[in-house]
């Protein structure tokens, strides 16, 4: 019997404790093990704390159940995920991107790994056709964000997996905005999912962390000597943290999604408000795609108010929503991308891509709906 995804997401990966009998998986805060015998670790791994630790494996087997995926690997962070991903590749290697990635990627591929011999080439993949276009003799990876951050593009994963595959390259799918519960790019055809654990998936802005799932025994093993190499991993409370963060994923997920929806259509509506951009709207051009690869449209709404004065005076006068950084957390949160989240793109890029100044990010939380409507309506009016 295959058990259903809310099942898993309180079950998988967790086991009563060996000697205690204990339900939750403990926090093991060890940097060392004793040795049985000279050179002879427990288990055959657990040497040292950053090759392994069992808060860790009970965390990486949940994400990877959870995400249809054969193995998960965690990491310090989400961009320590991404960034020891791509370090399977050599110098002049060659990677396509989705053009509208969390700014702190775009940062990462242009102004790190790029110095380093990468060479990268940014589209709009929501026409497959700009990804087959971009695709190199070297091109070893097609890196994807669906929806985007924070323009909300969708791509249509089958077909970016086909145009990879086609040339020998890997897809890799940031599903930060979408979680598991309303996307599992591998189902799709992808090879690699990537997760900034900070956000839905743990769920209460409470930890940094990343997690990457993959189906492929030889990937998977490569991804962990890369970061045993590296370092880029999580500490055991962090785990521990995101474990009891997933218990509770599909009961979040489903909340965030009737709130973003709600949110998204009162904006719609509203006199004030020149644009929304939500997956689950009928407006949205790409709707009827999101649908048929996402079960579900997620808490993040996108709004462009027209000005910057006049995403400041949104921001500033909300009550329910802080103004901060990040997003996916229980508690509503509003960023202005532009000055915030992709202050790193270059100006010219975030026009082109529509993150304008008047650009409005909301990250919806679980609260009331109607409070959340009567914030907004209080902070627009």
Excluded: W
Excluded at 25 to 30: A, E, G, K, R, S
Excluded at 33 to 56: I, M, V
Excluded at 224 to 236: C, D, H, K, T
Excluded at 280 to 291: D, I, N
């Amino acid at each position: 019997m295959s058990p259903r995804f809310d099942t898993l997401a309180i079950h998988a990966g967790v086991e009563p404790e060996p000697v205690t009998g204990a339900v939750m998986t403990p926090i093991f805060q060890t940097s060392t093990y004793a040795q049985p015998a000279l050179a002879e670790p427990k288990g055959g791994r657990f040497d040292y704390g950053r090759t392994a630790n069992p808060t860790r494996d009970a965390l990486e087997a949940s994400i990877a159940a959870l995400e249809s995926g054969k193995h998960g690997v965690a990491f310090a962070s989400g961009l320590s995920a991404i960034e020891t991903l791509l370090k399977r590749l050599s110098a002049g290697d060659h990677v396509v991107s989705e053009e509208n990635t969390y700014g702190g990627t775009t940062r990462l591929f242009t102004k790190v790994l790029a110095r380093l011999g990468l060479e990268f080439t940014f589209v709009d993949t929501r026409d497959p056709a700009n990804i087959a276009a971009a695709i190199r003799p070297r091109t070893k990876l097609v890196h994807v964000e669906t929806p985007t951050n924070p323009m909300m593009r969708i791509c249509d994963l089958r077909a970016a997996a086909e145009i990879a595959h086609a040339a020998g390259a890997l897809l890799s799918v940031d599903n930060t905005y979408a979680s598991p519960y309303n996307q599992r790019p591998l189902e799709l055809g992808a090879d690699v999912v990537v997760h900034s654990s900070t956000k839905y998936v743990n769920g209460h802005s409470d930890l940094i962390g990343g997690l990457v799932v993959v189906r492929d025994d030889a990937l998977a093993e490569e991804l962990r000597y890369l970061q045993n190499a590296s370092g880029a991993v999580p500490g055991p409370m962090d785990c521990f943290l995101t474990l009891r963060g997933i218990k509770t994923l599909h009961l979040r997920m489903g909340r965030h999604n009737a709130n973003g929806l709600t949110v998204a259509r009162f904006l719609a509506a509203h006199p004030r408000v020149d644009r929304v951009i939500y997956p689950g709207l009928a407006s949205h051009p790409q709707h009827t795609l999101a649908a048929r690869q996402m079960s579900g449209f997620t808490g993040m709404v996108a709004v462009d108010v027209g000005t910057l004065a006049r995403a400041k005076a949104l921001s500033e006068s909300l009550e329910y929503f802080a103004l901060a950084e990040s997003l996916g957390g229980v508690e509503s949160l509003v960023s202005v991308p532009a000055l915030m989240t992709h202050a790193a793109v270059p100006e010219d890029r975030r026009t082109a891509m529509g993150v304008t100044p008047g650009l409005v990010r909301l990250s919806v939380g679980i609260e009331a709906a109607d409070d959340l409507l009567e914030d907004l309506a209080r902070a627009l009016g």
